[in-house]
């Protein structure tokens, strides 16, 4: 099986030999005076995301560069821009079996808390990358205004009639166009048209961000924005 991870739009030379991806919950257990033991559900905290990967100092025969050969400081600049940068991006993981068939993907808005570059004699010249990312949910004020007819509206007013529906996860669209194995383009796959489907995962940064599912959650494939219509 071929696994591709990305780090924004960073191709990973050599996918990770494990992932741990966890969610803990914060449910709160308290006693009651009449019920005794009662547990108070609330919303799980965000994902925490760990993997380590080696970083090549010579080109392997097993490395995947998604292009021509990339030198290892690439990489360490590419991934301490984005420790530094203050902005979440997305990490992705494409699994594809060897006969070509597209399994689910992971795609995920995150920041990077920690990273560690390891030097060992173990792995000669090579670089070893301990990676700690956490999930990112965009937050912020919400306006509202109150009409003088009682009526209210919010997030700066209401959509005119007629108005182009915005893209989002859930939404049902057709699609006119190839599906591909990630949302950088790569591996090009079946056509569709006129396919009515789900939006399930989007990533602002590929050239192909919407990834579309069958209307009962199967998943097909990625697909660029003039693919898709919004019904």
């Given at each position: 099986?071929?696994?591709?991870?990305?780090?924004?739009?960073?191709?990973?030379?050599?996918?990770?030999?494990k992932?741990?991806?966890?969610?803990?919950?914060?449910?709160k257990?308290?006693?009651?005076?009449?019920?005794?033991?009662?547990?108070?559900?609330?919303?799980?905290?965000?994902?925490?995301?760990?993997?380590?990967?080696?970083?090549?100092?010579?080109?392997?025969?097993?490395?995947?560069?998604?292009?021509?050969?990339?030198?290892?400081?690439y990489?360490?600049?590419?991934?301490?821009?984005?420790?530094k940068?203050?902005?979440?991006?997305?990490?992705?993981?494409?699994?594809?079996?060897?006969?070509?068939?597209?399994?689910?993907?992971?795609?995920?808005?995150?920041?990077?808390?920690?990273?560690?570059?390891?030097?060992s004699?173990?792995e000669?010249?090579?670089?070893?990358f301990?990676?700690?990312?956490?999930?990112?949910?965009?937050?912020?004020?919400?306006?509202?205004?109150?009409?003088?007819?009682?009526?209210?509206?919010?997030?700066?007013?209401?959509?005119?009639?007629?108005?182009?529906?915005?893209?989002?996860?859930?939404?049902?669209?057709?699609?006119?166009?190839?599906?591909?194995?990630?949302s950088?383009?790569?591996?090009p796959?079946q056509?569709?048209?006129?396919?009515?489907?789900k939006?399930?995962?989007?990533?602002?940064?590929?050239?192909?961000?919407?990834?579309?599912?069958?209307?009962?959650?199967?998943?097909?494939?990625?697909?660029?924005k003039?693919?898709?219509?919004v019904?």
């Open positions: 099986m071929a696994y591709d991870f990305y780090l924004d739009k960073c191709l990973l030379p050599v996918p990770p030999s992932l741990e991806i966890r969610r803990n919950g914060q449910n257990t308290v006693n009651l005076i009449n019920e005794g033991e009662i547990n108070l559900l609330k919303s799980p905290k965000l994902k925490e995301i760990r993997f380590s990967f080696l970083i090549p100092r010579v080109k392997y025969p097993f490395a995947v560069y998604g292009g021509s050969f990339k030198t290892a400081e990489y360490l600049d590419y991934i301490e821009r984005l420790n940068s203050k902005y979440p991006f997305q990490f992705i993981v494409s699994r594809i079996t060897p006969g070509g068939k597209i399994l689910f993907s992971t795609n995920i808005t995150v920041s990077m808390e920690d990273m560690t570059v390891t030097e004699a173990e000669g010249f090579d670089l070893v301990d990676i700690f990312l956490k999930q990112y949910k965009a937050y912020g004020l919400t306006t509202v205004t109150f009409k003088g007819d009682g009526s209210v509206s919010s997030g700066g007013g209401e959509r005119a009639e007629g108005a182009v529906k915005e893209a989002a996860i859930g939404c049902e669209v057709i699609v006119n166009g190839r599906l591909h194995g990630n950088y383009g790569e591996a796959g056509m569709r048209t006129n396919y009515r489907g939006i399930n995962c989007i990533n602002p940064s590929g050239s192909h961000p919407y990834h579309i599912t069958t209307p009962d959650g199967l998943w097909q494939g990625w697909v660029t003039e693919s898709i219509t019904i």
